[in-house]
């Protein structure tokens, strides 16, 4: 079975300041993680995803998260956050490409000008 | 680009109706999905469907049931409304063989 945890319901961060937002995963298999992002009043977009190639992956508007195995960890940051970085951001995981997808809880990220 | 569409943005309904929310998609996708989202749980799954007529058990399927008589139409109906289920409800769809679902809009169902 799958889980997800998401360390901070809610984060703000200064503009042009790094952006960090936390994801934790249980798997019983070798699992397949996602970070997608809601925009307000939108339905969710895929960020970035990891399919156990790179442990580094790179996704859309210069966000990238790092897949590590010891930690069960899969952090999103981006160097300099922007105003229009705010939204909500979920992490998720599943066991194979034809899995469930399991979504955790989501983290609003905030960013101040 | 993929399009999925929700055939209403907001919604409100009362205690005891029946409610039928709409989803199509443009992109031919075997997979369909309806989660609800709701603050601090993030989406679960309701129902999804793999096929047209193919219909299976989310994690929450209780007051709930859909339809797949068309492989770009998963309909989710709530049989008898009640204000638990006031949340917001996103449709999504996704190739066979992929991982990576599109989402629609969202659907705001308000139950009074």
């Known amino acids: 079975a799958q889980s997800v945890t998401q360390l901070g319901s809610h984060v703000s961060v200064s503009e042009g300041a790094l952006v960090l937002l936390r994801c934790n995963y249980s798997s019983s298999v070798p699992p397949y993680l996602f970070w997608y992002v809601q925009y307000p009043n939108q339905g969710l977009q895929l960020l970035l995803k990891?399919?156990?190639?790179?442990?580094l992956v790179k996704g859309i508007n210069g966000f990238e998260a790092e897949f590590k195995k010891s930690e069960t960890s899969f952090h999103l940051t981006k160097p300099s956050a922007h105003m229009s970085d705010a939204a909500e951001y979920f992490c998720?995981?599943?066991?194979?490409?034809?899995?469930?997808?399991?979504f955790g809880p989501g983290t609003s990220l905030s960013v101040i000008p | 680009d993929v399009k999925v569409t929700q055939s209403s943005r907001y919604l409100v309904k009362r205690t005891g109706e029946k409610v039928f929310l709409e989803c199509v998609q443009d992109m031919d996708h075997e997979n369909m999905f309806w989660y609800r989202q709701d603050p601090g749980l993030g989406l679960r799954l309701i129902y999804f469907?793999?096929?047209?007529?193919?219909?299976e058990k989310g994690d929450i399927p209780e007051g709930y049931s859909v339809s797949r008589e068309k492989k770009e139409r998963f309909s989710l109906i709530l049989e008898s409304a009640s204000t638990n289920q006031t949340s917001m409800y996103l449709c999504?769809?996704?190739?066979?063989?992929?991982?990576?679902?599109?989402f629609g809009p969202g659907t705001r169902l308000t139950v009074l």
């Open positions: 990891y399919t156990s190639a790179a442990t």
């Open positions: 469907s793999y096929d047209v007529k193919m219909k």
């Open positions: 999504a769809s996704s190739p066979r063989t992929s991982d990576t679902q599109y």
């Open positions: 998720a995981v599943s066991g194979t490409s034809y899995d469930k997808v399991i």
